[in-house]
């Protein structure tokens, strides 16, 4: 049988001093699709429906990075950092070139893999994201702060308002998403520790900090790019997603209807079936 | 043999006191599309590759517009009329619902339709267009002004500068379409004559006046809408789509990279499939 989003063993290897956890499943052909994942996340925070979905027609590689969860070391403080460690990771895998996906802050440790090692990435893919610079980023958005901020009755409840929107279609949609990143109840990843949210806000607001012509470094990204988001992203808004796809060379943006910050979870399907399509996709075709 | 763009007969209907040219070939299977063309264009100017792409799974039907070359009557002088007329059409080919799709000023009146006759109207496909006192709508763009005033080789190659960006990529997907778009050879629509593009300009100049609020009308829209644009339309510029996903209630956005006005002719194999999906998905999986 072969390895799924639930039965795939944490596995570990030791680059740039650090032992990194990572799981990696899937149909192995083709180029390895490496995922980087949002602000205190682990391994199990992904949707089973979307790395499963994806792993289909591909492998799919999932890791902590330095000092999340189940990997050694510390979370830099800097998402240039962050993406020296995960071109350390990927490399120490053996993989000569892979697809990278990166969802929040992991959207940003994407886009800073791919300039620091463009030969090792084929294709880009951003959820959530947006630029350096970009709208109100350094500081983050007030409805983040107030959302990060509040109280749960139950801590999972906290991904109802940071990934959906408050329609009764969206936060249903949440609560089938709460059941499926539950759904492994094996071997999971522990909840990480207590120095990872400071660091990797220091790194988010540098990331963000104003800057003369932000946007001009997107254009050394010469890969094919799928930026994706929710119509009503208001953790990173969701016209970050429209400048990174303006300012890219080569994107290809999509928005979704009454969605937020975590619109891949609200419509796996869909977006499996969009990010397969750009993945797979001829020259022509992938626009 | 089932018909397809280049054998489809040119077909007529009265309605409205109009006598309507029109062409219907394609899967006769659920919701029939129907297209809504662009400035100055006839039946002819779609092209096959989409219109035969989409008619794989569904009915489509081409149509001249009152006072566009086939059809009799006048171009009437605002976009509300054009699209009285449009209904009229539909209701007298015996259709109950229809999905709509629109191009440039044909995404104008798709959406005049789906707020006359909103029971008419199952889904909508709005590409290359924009809302109501969009940006620079009202007068038009200064490079559009340029392009549509600008003299070429041969009449066709307006076309490479509407719809299709500068860079070589793009100028060589353009002289594919140019290909394709005149591969009818018998009864096709004669050129529009000289009264159609006052009459769509000044339908085009009170259409994007500015408004008060003039966005609050797309929320009447609850169909679901896929937007569709290219990165770079100097046209209707690509904000214009955004603007339009970021205030319909129910829509999705797909932009495409290096391309402009016309960019599902750039990337007809893809749009074929995106817009393929959203028609036939589920609710859930439309997005």
Redesign the interface.
Same mark, same amino acid.
């Given at each position: 049988m072969p390895h799924t989003h639930q039965t795939a063993p944490t596995q570990f290897v030791e680059a740039n001093g650090i032992r990194f956890a990572y799981r990696r499943f899937g149909k192995p052909d083709g180029v390895p699709l490496v995922f980087n994942q949002h602000f205190t996340g682990t391994m199990d925070h992904w949707d089973p429906a979307m790395t499963d979905g994806l792993a289909m027609e591909r492998e799919v590689v999932l890791f902590d990075n330095a000092g999340v969860s189940s990997s050694s070391g510390e979370v830099p403080t800097s998402v240039e950092q962050m993406a020296a460690n995960a071109v350390s990771f990927v490399k120490a895998l053996g993989l000569p070139k892979v697809d990278v996906l990166g969802f929040s802050i992991g959207g940003f440790v994407a886009q800073e893999i791919t300039l620091q090692a463009p030969d090792l990435v084929r294709r880009l893919v951003l959820v959530g994201t947006g630029p350096r610079s970009g709208d109100s980023m350094a500081t983050g958005t007030p409805e983040g702060a107030k959302i990060f901020g509040a109280t749960y009755a139950e801590p999972d409840h906290l991904w109802l308002s940071v990934f959906f929107t408050p329609s009764q279609a969206s936060q249903a949609?949440g609560r089938e998403f709460l059941k499926r990143f539950r759904l492994r109840t094996k071997d999971r990843d522990h909840e990480v520790n207590d120095r990872v949210a400071p660091a990797q806000r220091a790194s988010i607001a540098k990331w963000g900090a104003p800057r003369e012509r932000p946007y001009d470094y997107l254009k050394a990204i010469q890969q094919?790019t799928l930026v994706v988001n929710g119509?009503n992203d208001v953790i990173i808004y969701?016209?970050n997603s #429209?400048i990174l796809?303006?300012n890219?060379?080569?994107?290809?943006?999509? *928005? #979704?209807?009454?969605?937020a910050h975590g619109s891949q979870y609200? #419509?796996p &399907? *869909?977006f499996v079936?969009h990010v397969s399509?750009f993945l797979s &996709?001829t020259r022509?075709?992938?626009?």
């Open positions: 949609a094919p119509s969701t016209v #429209y796809q303006q890219l060379p080569n994107a290809q943006l999509i *928005l #979704y209807p009454d969605s609200q #419509y &399907g *869909l079936r399509m &996709g022509v075709e992938r626009a």
